[in-house]
């Protein structure tokens, strides 16, 4: 059999995958934990060691090699698994999207003619703040100022931007 294996003969293989499926699901299942994820791990097992039969050496028990093949593989759907953008992330889910009504629009223009009245220096703290979540700190690095620039033109910006904004809240209420 192990001759044959290693000569790709399809019998062989398909004796080989009868007597070691079982094993190798075992190691598969030992570090991944994961019925299904473990059956694949046995079919890539299998396929690999189809590939590489010619390299194995028909002197040497099978199953040794088969399990180590099989660990590899196992372990590599693992790492693949818990790579956030391939599975461990929240289930998507559809979102239907609205169109901003009249009123968000022109909130949205007072809130941008209000920025555009801001100093370019302030209006770039409340940008890398507001829009890029920065802190103080990291827009200091950023703009190549001390913090207590940015802090100084932070507090002014917003002062700004109440003063101009003031007739939204009025309109709330």
């Known amino acids: 059999m192990a001759v044959g294996f290693r000569r790709g003969d399809e019998d062989a293989v398909r004796a080989v995958y009868r007597r070691h499926a079982g094993a190798v699901m075992t190691v598969a299942m030992s570090v991944l934990r994961n019925r299904e994820l473990a059956a694949e ?17 028909p002197g040497r028990e099978i199953a040794p090699w088969l399990y180590q093949i099989a660990r590899r593989v196992a372990i590599d ?31 949205a ?5 209000a920025l555009d009245e801001l100093s370019e220096e302030e209006r770039d703290v409340v940008r890398l703040s507001h829009f890029e ?31 101009l904004l003031r007739h939204l809240a009025e309109v709330a209420i």
């Open 133 to 163: 979540g920065l802190t103080h700190e990291e827009i200091g690095r950023r703009l190549g100022v001390p913090v207590g620039t940015v802090k100084s033109r932070s507090h002014r910006a917003h002062r700004r931007l109440a003063h």
């Open 77 to 107: 759907i693992y790492r693949k698994e818990r790579r956030p953008t391939q599975s461990g992330h929240e289930q998507e889910v559809d979102v239907g999207v609205t169109e901003p009504g009249i009123e968000q629009s022109w909130e």
């Open 41 to 57: 791990a046995v079919q890539q097992t299998f396929f690999k060691a189809w590939k590489a039969s010619s390299s194995y050496d």
């Open 109 to 113: 223009w007072e809130v941008r003619s």
